[in-house]
């Protein structure tokens, strides 16, 4: 394989992200939670079923959990393992400029650098961000995260 | 490695060099290895030089204009016809639609039998027939049509091996059958569909016929006749010609009995502000200008593909595709999804591989050079038929060589690899 193909490939196909894809962290829909989504990327079919509980944590409102039901490829399922263990017990605030942080490393088509002080693991999908069609992988779990995010808040007002 | 195979054609390499793509390196070095011609076909040069010379030469819309340009761009856009015509072996060159692609054709017959009166009406009580292993695109528009209409949609399941499931077919087609509408061959499965015998017996109960060939068109001989059909559609990307035209074939009776699907110029006899009448097939369903240039080029193509032989290219198809399913079965955990044996279907072959989802086994291969599909294929139905989401798809025409083949299978092992399955 040439040099650039297998490089770009790696890059894509981080440690971290196999890792994830194999060993997913917080997996499975639990209870309790204020709002389920259900987000499908119609292109491939990857779909994800996804819960949020928000609590209130001496008065700072955070995600106390994110659970998850999904199916698709390596990037879609190990970014959802990701996501969920980064935002779990952040305080909501947090979690969406966390949410930002990557949806602008995703949509940087490889020029952005990742924080990884804000991002930690997320970091490994910087790679991703140069492959336009497997940066909808990626997103499926942030983007359904969010959803179910605002409609919870919406909930509890 | 690859050996001599029996049925592939002989002018192989002089073939390829007909289609300029396949020349070109990719993914950084990589020789390209076009494996998803089921998604779209390669284009010859005559096909690109024929485009090229009608804009360069004889462009202007066509029966419309009084000059010698329009005269020289009306007659290629109606010798395409002809050459269509002659391809699927059409009684009468005024049976032959052009429209966008095979999902309008498709789309055409399905809202026309909509808005048919008389025998033709379609309402509540009457069913449509399809089958599970149909494109989205003879799916959606016949619920469609039967959600407005108050009919009701029923299909032929499919067995375990990826057939469709007969066994229920006297119960399926009945006296309320007014259309059945299936595939040829499917764009996932591969299956070649018994579409005779499924016809003769539609019309034992007086029902319509519609066939899908967009993936028969491209690999098998098409005698519409001889196929039973009343209407068939395909595509022309598919048959090496151009994205933007697709056909439709029909009875000329039935054509005529069908009201206008789109309203506009060059589809009336004569306008009034209050009313209009309407010229016979084919021009009653092609309003508006029509795609001139992807029409010629489309001609050029199923000239190019019948001076081929489109008996020659089913063979190469099959020794092929007879070669990739061996290949394929050496790599472990590797379920492929429809027929095993070669001669009874097409080039598209659609597997599994335990532990690595299609779309990461679309991007390792692609890092190589070797383009196939990964999802669903617009066929979400028959995946779901077997407990999958997703798939992988391989398929090829008649510039693969065995060595491209060799290429997949490779690059397959490598794949497990690479996510550490051995």
């Not at chain 1, 997320?122 to 995010?149: E, H, N, Q, Y």
């Not at chain 2, 009306?74 to 692609?101: H, L, M």
């Not at chain 2, 809202?111 to 069913?127: R, V, Y």
Request: glycine fraction near 8%; aromatic fraction near 6%.
């Amino acid at each position: 394989m040439s040099p650039s193909a297998s490089t770009d490939l790696d890059a894509l196909y981080q440690e971290i992200i196999l890792d994830h894809y194999k060993n997913p962290l917080h997996k499975g829909l639990r209870e309790p939670f204020e709002a389920e989504v259900h987000h499908v990327n119609p292109t491939c079919g990857d779909e994800v079923t996804l819960r949020v509980h928000l609590a209130d944590e001496d008065g700072v409102l955070t995600v106390a959990d994110v659970s998850y039901d999904s199916v698709g490829c390596s990037i879609s399922q190990a970014s959802a393992s990701v996501m969920a263990d980064l935002i779990i017990g952040k305080p909501v605030e947090e979690a969406m400029a966390i949410h930002e942080s990557f949806l602008t490393l995703m949509q940087g088509k490889g020029t952005v650098e990742p924080d990884e002080d804000v991002l930690e693991d997320g970091i490994a999908f910087a790679g991703v961000a140069k492959f336009p069609a497997r940066v909808k992988c990626a997103l499926l779990s942030w983007m359904a995260w969010k959803d179910a995010t605002a409609t919870s808040m919406e909930e509890s007002k | 490695m690859s050996r001599e195979l029996t049925g592939v054609l002989p002018e192989l390499e002089v073939i390829r060099k007909d289609f300029p793509i396949l020349s070109r390196t990719v993914s950084g070095g990589h020789p390209l290895v076009y494996l998803d011609s089921a998604n779209t076909s390669q284009k010859p040069q005559v096909v690109i030089d024929t485009m090229v010379d009608h804009l360069e030469r004889h462009n202007a819309n066509v029966a419309r204009a009084m000059h010698q340009l329009g005269a020289e761009a009306s007659e290629a856009f109606e010798d395409a016809r002809d050459k269509v015509a002659a391809f699927i072996k059409a009684p009468s060159r005024d049976e032959v639609v052009f429209t966008k692609n095979a999902t309008e054709a498709l789309n055409l017959v399905a809202n026309t039998f909509a808005w048919a009166e008389g025998e033709l009406s379609i309402g509540a009580g009457d069913e449509v027939l399809i089958t599970e292993m149909e494109h989205h695109s003879n799916i959606v528009p016949w619920q469609l049509l039967t959600q407005r209409k108050g009919a009701t949609l029923r299909w032929f399941g499919l067995t375990d091996d990826g057939r469709l499931d007969l066994s229920n077919i006297d119960e399926l087609i009945n006296e309320r059958t007014k259309v059945v509408s299936l595939t040829w061959v499917s764009n996932m499965l591969g299956t070649i569909n018994p579409v005779a015998e499924i016809a003769r017996r539609a019309h034992e109960v007086g029902a319509i016929v519609v066939v899908d060939a967009s993936q028969a068109a491209p690999q098998l001989p098409v005698d519409v006749v001889a196929s039973g059909a009343d209407l068939l559609a395909f595509t022309g990307h598919k048959v090496v010609g151009p994205t933007g035209i697709g056909v439709l074939w029909g009875r000329k009776s039935l054509l005529d009995q069908l009201p206008p699907f789109h309203g506009g110029g060059e589809m009336i006899e004569t306008v009034t502000m209050e009313r209009s009448t309407y010229a016979k097939a084919p021009h009653r369903f092609e309003a508006g200008t029509p795609p001139i240039v992807e029409a010629v080029g489309l001609g050029a193509a199923v000239d190019y593909l019948t001076h081929i032989g489109l008996e020659n290219i089913h063979l190469h198809e099959q020794a092929i595709t007879g070669y990739a399913l061996e290949g394929l079965a050496t790599i472990p955990g590797l379920t492929v999804l429809g027929p095993l044996d070669a001669t009874q279907r097409g080039g598209a072959i659609s597997f599994e591989i335990d532990g690595v989802h299609p779309h990461d086994i679309a991007q390792v291969l692609d890092a190589r050079g070797v383009a196939v599909r990964a999802g669903h294929h617009c066929a979400k139905p028959a995946h779901a038929r077997f407990g999958v989401q997703s798939s992988t798809r391989m398929s090829s025409y008649l510039y693969t060589t065995p060595a491209e083949i060799d290429a997949l299978v490779e690059g397959l092992e490598y794949t497990r690899s690479y996510f550490k399955l051995d």
